[in-house]
């Protein structure tokens, strides 16, 4: 069985700070790993994921998250937050690709002035 | 492209009412599942489909019937409406064969069970 551990229910942060929002995950089997951010009232947008190569990942909006496999963690990481940025956050594990996607309970980020 | 969609919305029902959420797709994706998230414990399996005819069930099936008939589409029915069931429903759908095929997630259906 395979779960996800977000630990940080809520992380406030003003605007241009740095923020990381935490995840590991537990899984007997090789991975895929992802970031899925939610805004208010919307379902679930792709920000980032881990399939193979690079344990490096960048989305076009300035976040990244680095696949650290002996730590087993995907923190998502952005130099310098935005208002617009505040949003819930999840961490997310399969085995199969996009399939049967483990979410972990969720970070919501708070950007304030 | 509408991508996915649910309907209905919102939708609020009396305790051992029946009703059924509509999902469909329009990206020829064969994978597609229903989560419900609800506050502090993210999003959870309930059904998925791999293709036309073929479903199985995720971490929480209980309360729930799903068929897939279409490619197209993946209804979730509730026989038997509980306050437990009470949540945020989200369908999402992605390739199978092609497994790094993005999922993409419906905008949700908020259940009210009173």
């Known amino acids: 069985a395979q779960s996800v551990t977000q630990l940080d229910s809520q992380v406030p942060v003003f605007e241009e700070a740095p923020v990381e929002l935490r995840c590991n995950y537990s899984?007997?089997?090789?991975?895929?790993l992802f970031w899925y951010v939610q805004y208010p009232n919307q379902g679930l947008q792709l920000l980032l994921k881990?399939?193979?190569?690079?344990?490096l990942v960048e989305s076009i909006n300035g976040f990244e998250a680095e696949f650290n496999k002996s730590q087993t963690s995907f923190h998502l990481r952005k130099p310098s937050v935005h208002i617009s940025d505040t949003a819930e956050y999840f961490c997310a594990v399969s085995s199969t690709g996009f399939q049967k996607l483990v979410f972990g309970t969720g970070t919501r980020l708070l950007v304030s002035p | 492209n509408a991508g996915v969609t649910q309907t209905p919305k919102f939708q609020v029902l009396k305790t051992g009412q029946s009703m059924t959420l509509q999902c469909a797709q329009d990206?020829?994706?064969?994978?597609m599942s229903w989560y419900r998230q609800d506050p502090g414990m993210g999003l959870r399996l309930i059904h998925y489909?791999?293709?036309?005819?073929?479903?199985d069930q995720g971490e929480v099936p209980n309360g729930y019937n799903v068929s897939r008939s279409t490619t197209e589409d993946f209804p979730l029915r509730l026989l038997s409406a509980a306050p437990s069931q009470t949540s945020v429903y989200f369908c999402a759908s992605s390739g199978f064969t092609q497994m790094n095929t993005e999922a993409f997630f419906g905008q949700g259906t908020r259940l009210t069970v009173v």
């Open positions: 489909s791999v293709g036309a005819g073929i479903t």
């Open positions: 990206m020829n994706h064969e994978y």
């Open positions: 899984s007997s089997v090789s991975v895929y």
């Open positions: 881990y399939l193979s190569g690079s344990t």
